[in-house]
C-alpha cells in the first residue's frame, strides 16, 4: 500500500455565516476575504505540515490546483511542489495536478513537470486532470463542449515532448507549434508515473486502461459511495484484458484519527462541519455546464444525480452522519484500521490519498491525526496486496544518488 | 409545418421544418432552440416560403461535432441555404440565430435578401453584460427569457410533466446538447468579434426586440444599430427575449411590414 499525506490548502477564516452571505466558496468568492499577511503564514504552516509528512513515513505528499476557491489555495501547485522538493529528499511529490487544458501552450506544463522532476531526483507523480468545471470553465474560460478535446490534445502534446528525442512540429488544433523541444527532460524515463484525477466521466477510465494511467477518484463522500464508480472502473479493467493490479487505481479519503473514537468526535467535529457547511457551498450553477461532461456520461448518471442530490446534504451533516454514513473514516486507531481495510479491499486500491488536513483544523490537530495514522494505522495496512508488492509500474523511479540541498557538489 | 432531413456538405444531417410559399425566408432559432410549437413561423408562412433549420445538436439534428467555430456556424448557415436550393432568401435569426445571421449576412453580403435580427447575440456591452446563462439554473431561465415567467415556463417545457423524473432526465440531458452547442459561440462570453465585421452586411437591416427583455437589453439595440448603416429597431411591449413566442401576432406584423 501506498499512503499519500495530501493538503487541500482550505482558507480556515471563513466566517460562520459565511453560507447564508455568498452564493459560492468557488468562481466568485469575495476577494476581500483573502488577507495576504494571513495567507503567508497559512502557506508555511501548510507547507511544514507536507514536508513533517514525509517523516512519519507517508510515501508521498500531495497537493493539487483550484482556482478561486476558499478552500484550495494552490492555483500554482507546481510552485509548492518546487518548495517540497528542495525540502525534502524521500517522499514522491504528488502533483494532482496541472489541469492541461488550461495552459497555453501545454508544453509549458512537460516543461514544469520535467523541473519538478529533475530537482526532486526523479520524485514526481504528475496528475493530469481534465479539471472541475469550476475552475476550467468558469475560471479559465474554456468552451466546456471543446475542454475533452483541448485536453486529448494536450496530453498528446505532452507525452510526445517528453518522449521524443528529435524536435518536432505540432500542428494541434488548439497548438501550433514549430519547434517543439521539451528543454528540460524528466529525470524518470519515458516519463513520471501519470495519475488521472477523475470525478464520474466513463470516458477517464478507458483512457486510463489504454494508456496504464492510475485512474484516482477524487470524491468528498467516502468509499461507500465510491464503490460503485470504482467497480465500473474494475469491470472495464477487467473488460480490456489487463491485469487488474491495485495500483492502477487509487482514492482519497477523508481521515480523523484520535486516541480513542470519542476523542477523535471531541477534536474533529468542528472541522469536519466547516469542510462540509462552508467549504462545499458551491453554487449547483458551477457544477455542471452543458458541454462538460458528455451525453454518454449524463446519461449514465443523470437520473442519480437529480433523484439524489448529495451536495444539497453537506451542510447540515454531523459528526455521526459523516462518521456513519462512511463519508469520513474517523474515531480511533483501531477503528480507522478497520474501515480503511474495507476501504481498500472493498475500492481495490493500492493507493490512498488521506486527507488529515480538514476545513479549518488547526496544526496542533493536524498533527496529532497525521501521526496517529502513521504510527499506529499504516503500518498495519502496509502489506494488503501482498502479491503486488513488487508491482512499482505506478510508483517513482528516483535517481539513487541524489544532491543534498545546501551541500554543493 | 412538414419536417424534412437535409444533408450539408459538410456532413451534417439537419431537421428542416418547411411551410408557405413565395419567397424564401430562413429563420436561425436561439440557444434553446425550436420549442414543440411555433405559431410565428406558421403565421410567416402564410405569406413566405419558410425554412427553419435545426442546428446541429438540437432535436433530430446530428454532425454536431463537424462545427467547432463561430466560421465553421457561419458557413454551415450557407451550407443548409444551399443544400434547400434556395437563393437570395431573408435571414431572420433569434438571439444565437441571430448572431449566425448577421454573420452570414457579413461574410457573403450579396447572397442576403432583407435581414431580420431578432434581440441578436453577438455583441458585448461591458457596462451592460449579459448574464451568464452557463451558470443559471434551469428553472431560472423563464425569468431572463420571458416579459411572463409563468406563461413562457409553459411554452418552454411544451406542458412535459418534470415531477416525472425520467421526463425531467431526458430534459435535461437534450437541454446540456443544446447548450454544449450553443457554447461553442456563446461560452464564456456570447462575443466573437462580430461586430469587426458587420460593415460588411448591406442587406437591409430589421431589428425587433422585446421592450422587457432581461437577458439582451434593448441597450444592445442601440449598439447594432451604430454597427449596421440604416438598421431600423422595432420594439414591441409586454415582451421579453423570446419575444417571437411572447408576441406573436405584433411580431409577425412587423416582420411582414418589413420585408413586405
Known amino acids: 500500500m501506498k499512503f499519500t499525506w495530501f493538503n487541500l490548502m482550505p482558507w480556515p477564516y471563513l466566517a460562520d455565516d459565511f453560507r447564508e452571505q455568498n452564493r459560492s466558496i468557488w468562481v466568485d468568492i469575495p476577494n476581500k476575504l483573502y488577507d495576504p499577511e494571513k495567507g503567508h503564514f497559512l502557506y508555511n504552516r501548510y507547507m511544514d505540515q507536507l514536508e513533517w509528512a514525509e517523516t512519519l513515513g507517508y510515501d508521498a505528499i500531495g497537493v493539487n490546483e483550484h482556482h478561486q476557491n476558499g478552500y484550495g489555495l494552490m492555483p500554482s501547485p507546481n510552485l509548492i511542489a518546487a518548495g517540497l522538493a528542495r525540502r525534502t529528499s524521500k517522499a514522491a511529490i504528488c502533483v494532482m495536478g496541472n489541469s492541461i487544458a488550461l495552459y497555453n501552450p501545454p508544453i509549458r506544463v512537460a516543461e514544469e513537470f520535467a523541473m519538478l522532476d529533475v530537482i526532486s531526483g526523479g520524485r514526481l507523480i504528475a496528475g493530469f486532470p481534465v479539471g472541475t468545471p469550476m475552475d476550467t470553465n468558469f475560471c479559465y474560460g474554456q468552451i ?114 484520535g486516541e480513542t473514537d470519542a476523542e477523535a468526535e471531541q477534536l474533529y467535529a468542528e472541522h469536519l462541519k466547516y469542510f462540509y457547511n462552508r467549504c462545499l457551498h458551491v453554487y449547483p450553477g458551477f457544477a455542471d455546464p452543458p458541454g462538460y461532461r458528455t451525453i454518454k456520461t449524463l446519461k449514465h448518471g443523470a437520473l442519480s444525480a437529480l433523484s439524489e442530490d448529495a451536495l444539497s446534504k453537506f451542510p447540515t451533516l454531523t459528526w455521526k452522519d459523516l462518521i456513519d454514513g462512511r463519508y469520513v473514516i474517523g474515531g480511533s486507531p483501531e477503528t480507522v484500521v478497520q474501515q480503511m481495510e474495507e476501504l481498500i479491499k472493498g475500492l ?62 | 409545418m412538414n419536417a424534412r432531413t437535409i444533408t450539408t456538405k459538410r456532413g451534417c444531417k439537419v431537421r428542416v421544418l418547411e411551410a408557405g410559399s413565395g419567397k424564401p425566408l430562413v429563420f436561425f432559432h436561439g440557444a434553446g432552440g425550436l420549442f414543440p410549437e411555433n405559431p410565428f413561423l406558421d403565421a410567416l408562412a402564410k405569406k413566405y416560403h419558410v425554412f427553419a433549420p435545426e442546428l446541429p445538436g438540437y432535436g433530430e439534428s446530428s454532425g454536431d461535432e463537424l462545427l467547432e467555430d463561430m466560421l465553421d456556424f457561419t458557413l454551415h448557415g450557407w451550407d443548409v441555404v444551399t443544400a434547400l436550393g434556395v437563393e437570395r432568401p431573408h435571414l431572420v435569426g433569434h438571439s444565437m440565430g441571430g448572431m449566425i445571421a448577421a454573420e452570414m449576412a457579413a461574410v457573403a453580403p450579396n447572397d442576403v435578401a432583407k435581414l431580420v435580427l431578432v434581440a441578436p447575440a453577438g455583441l458585448w456591452i461591458a457596462e451592460q453584460p449579459i448574464p451568464d446563462l452557463y451558470a443559471l439554473l434551469p428553472h431560472e431561465y423563464p425569468k431572463y427569457l420571458f416579459h411572463d415567467p409563468a406563461a413562457g415556463l409553459a411554452l418552454l417545457t411544451g406542458g412535459l410533466d418534470f415531477s416525472n423524473l425520467e421526463v425531467l432526465a431526458e430534459f435535461y440531458i437534450a437541454n446540456s446538447r443544446r447548450m454544449a452547442m450553443a457554447g461553442k459561440i456563446l461560452f464564456p462570453i456570447p462575443n466573437r468579434r462580430l461586430s469587426k465585421r458587420l460593415y460588411r452586411v448591406q442587406a437591409e437591416t430589421l431589428l425587433v426586440w422585446g421592450a422587457s427583455d432581461t437577458l439582451i437589453v434593448p441597450a444592445y439595440a442601440e449598439r447594432w444599430q451604430q454597427s449596421i448603416a440604416g438598421a431600423r429597431l422595432v420594439q414591441i411591449n409586454e415582451a421579453g427575449h423570446m419575444v417571437p413566442y411572447e408576441q406573436p401576432e405584433v411580431f409577425v406584423s412587423a416582420v411582414s411590414g418589413f420585408l413586405g
Not at chain 1, 483544523?361 to 502489506?383: I, Q, W, Y
Request: proline share 7%; with cysteine; net charge positive.
Open chain 1, 144 to 257: 466546456p463542449a471543446l475542454t475533452r478535446d483541448k485536453y486529448a490534445e494536450a496530453h498528446e502534446l505532452i507525452m510526445r515532448a517528453w518522449k521524443e528525442t528529435e524536435i518536432f512540429a505540432f500542428d494541434g488544433k488548439y497548438n501550433q507549434l514549430r519547434y517543439v523541444n521539451c528543454w528540460p527532460k524528466p529525470v524518470q524515463k519515458p516519463h513520471p508515473p501519470i495519475y488521472i484525477p477523475g470525478g464520474g466521466s466513463i470516458e477517464t477510465w478507458d483512457f486510463c486502461i489504454e494508456n496504464d494511467y492510475n485512474y484516482s477518484y477524487l470524491s468528498f463522500t467516502g468509499y461507500k459511495r465510491g464503490k460503485e464508480l470504482m467497480d465500473g472502473y474494475w469491470e472495464q479493467v477487467a473488460k480490456s484484458g489487463k491485469d487488474e493490479s491495485p495500483y492502477r487505481g487509487a482514492f482519497a479519503q477523508t481521515i480523523c484519527v
Open chain 1, 348 to 409: 481495490h486500491v493500492g493507493h490512498v490519498f488521506c486527507l488529515l488536513h480538514v476545513g479549518n483544523m488547526p496544526d496542533e490537530k493536524t498533527r496529532h491525526s497525521t501521526k496517529l495514522f502513521a504510527e499506529k494505522v499504516m503500518p498495519k495496512l502496509r502489506n494488503m496486496w501482498p502479491e503486488w508488492k513488487d508491482d512499482e509500474r505506478w510508483w517513482i523511479h528516483p535517481m539513487k544518488d541524489r544532491a543534498q540541498p545546501g551541500v554543493s557538489r
